[in-house]
């Protein structure tokens, strides 16, 4: 099928697919617009799920794509590796890994996830903890390694919102011992492992949790930390030297600018924690654990089969998508930091966007009549803000959900999240350096008619 764009979809003239480094950039808010390829009007208050690319980095994306066809062999067989690399460390530093050699780069989170728990050895016995608001990927895999023999138990950590961190680290701290102390009528219990996933941003509902407490308290209690820190780059700073989870998945997207999509994993103990340290799929460069020259960690990751590698290499461009453990744009990646760097770099993107969120998400709620989920320290809204929906009566179902995409994106050419938690539903808005509260306030107008047709068509008696 073949899908064309009508000509008023189109993005229109006077969009900037390159910039002066040393030129002053354009304000943040509606002047960052030219930089971005959306169709006319449209506003995109969704970052946080898809990302939306700089054209500039997409102009360098295209520049590596046909450098790449225009001798195939000679870039994958020996410029590949090199530039590889060149991402690797960018990502490293950003992440604050001791070394580049404990990062890989793969297509995406749930990819970089999914590898870190397919390579634990798992036994009868075992554990995997999980939160109720585990991404849902995630907490299927979960279940799959449940459903197959060994058949880790899966243990689920309840989580409402709002509440506060202090709440959650004394929950999490209890559940975590009390699965530790549990027995599992194995005659092995005293060597079973635990292994928990923690998220560092939900993504709904999109709260910030205190993912470096949760992982300290893993520590202190033996158990197996995995960070699912799909939506922390850009969002928060990130010292992984100093929070020293076992693993960090992360993707280089949420900064209020995309970085091509990349996936990165951070993971110095895979190797020794697993008795194996596999690739997915497996790659050329595998060796047994019985061969001396294992493990062999980064260079599994650098081939695992035809992909498109672009994004990789184009996150010297700006380009950064994190993940951790699995995640690479070599080229483009410090094309796109470096376009990150020209508009004001981290700390001015990430105070803009954040303060954009507070100011944004208190606007829709009082134009809709709802609140923001916060709670009173302002603990829970990083970049991205949490609104409750007036759908009071309207049931959690896949139809009701479909009805709000639809109203949002062809009667009102805008989109945010939308999502049921707590018997409640809520819109989670991805503040980003091209929107202001004002689009903020176009998206109450937009809730304020769409939901009362929700409720309308939906609505118990």
């Known amino acids: ?49 898809y990302g939306s690319l700089p054209l500039p980095v997409a102009s360098e994306c295209a520049k590596i794509a046909a450098e790449i066809e225009a001798c195939p062999d000679r870039f994958m067989r020996f410029t590949h590796r090199t530039r590889l690399r060149h991402s690797r460390e960018l990502v490293a530093q950003f992440i604050g890994a001791e070394s580049a050699d404990e990062c890989v780069l793969v297509p995406n989170a749930t990819h970089g996830l999914n590898t870190v728990l397919r390579n634990f050895e798992w036994h009868e016995g075992d554990i995997i903890i999980g939160a109720s608001t585990t991404y849902g990927t995630i907490a299927q895999t979960m279940q799959y390694l449940s459903d197959i023999p ?76 995995v960070v699912d820190g799909a939506h922390l780059i850009g969002q928060v700073d990130i010292n992984l030297a100093e929070a020293d989870p076992d693993f960090f998945v992360s993707r280089m997207r949420d900064f209020g600018i995309e970085l091509p999509q990349v996936d990165v994993h951070e993971t110095k103990l895979l190797c020794t924690l697993c008795t194996k ?66 508009i004001g770099g981290e700390r001015k993107i990430n105070e803009y966007c954040h303060q954009l969120a507070l100011d944004g998400g208190k606007r829709l709620a009082e134009i809709i009549g709802t609140s923001v989920m916060e709670n009173e320290k302002g603990e829970l809204t990083a970049n991205a803000v949490n609104v409750e929906l007036p759908l009071a009566g309207v049931p959690a179902t896949l139809e009701v959900d479909q009805f709000l995409k639809e109203q949002l994106l062809f009667e009102w050419h805008c989109y945010a999240a939308h999502y049921y938690h707590n018997g409640r539903w809520w819109t989670r808005c991805s503040a980003a350096v091209w929107l202001e509260v004002s689009d903020f306030e176009y998206l109450g107008k937009a809730f304020t008619e769409i939901c009362k047709l929700t409720r309308d068509k939906f609505a118990k008696e």
Not at 30 to 48: K, R, S, T, W
Request: charge should be negative; hydrophobic fraction near 40%; charged fraction near 20%.
């Open 1 to 49: 099928m073949m899908i064309t764009l009508a000509a008023s979809h189109l993005p229109s003239e006077g969009k900037c697919h390159t910039y002066d480094p040393q030129s002053t950039p354009p304000d943040f808010g509606h002047p960052m617009l030219q930089y971005f390829a959306f169709e006319d009007g449209f506003i995109n208050l969704n970052n946080g799920a």
């Open 150 to 225: 060994p058949h880790p138990v899966v243990s689920n950590f309840p989580l409402i919102f709002p509440c506060t961190h202090a709440k959650i680290i004394d929950d999490w701290r209890k559940h975590v011992r009390s699965v530790v102390s549990s027995d599992s009528g194995s005659a092995d219990n005293a060597k079973r492992k635990v292994v928990a996933v923690v998220d560092g941003i939900i993504s709904t509902p999109g709260v910030r949790l205190p993912w470096i407490e949760m992982v300290k308290i893993c520590r202190e209690e033996g158990v197996w930390s």
């Open 277 to 342: 340290a596999v690739a997915i799929p497996t790659a050329h460069e595998y060796v047994s654990p019985t061969d001396p020259r294992a493990p062999n960690f980064v260079d599994q990751h650098e081939w695992t089969g035809t992909l498109d590698h672009v994004p990789y290499l184009s996150i010297p461009a700006g380009t950064l998508s994190p993940a951790l453990f699995f995640c690479v744009m070599p080229h483009e990646c410090s094309v796109a930091l470096e376009f990150r760097k020209w």
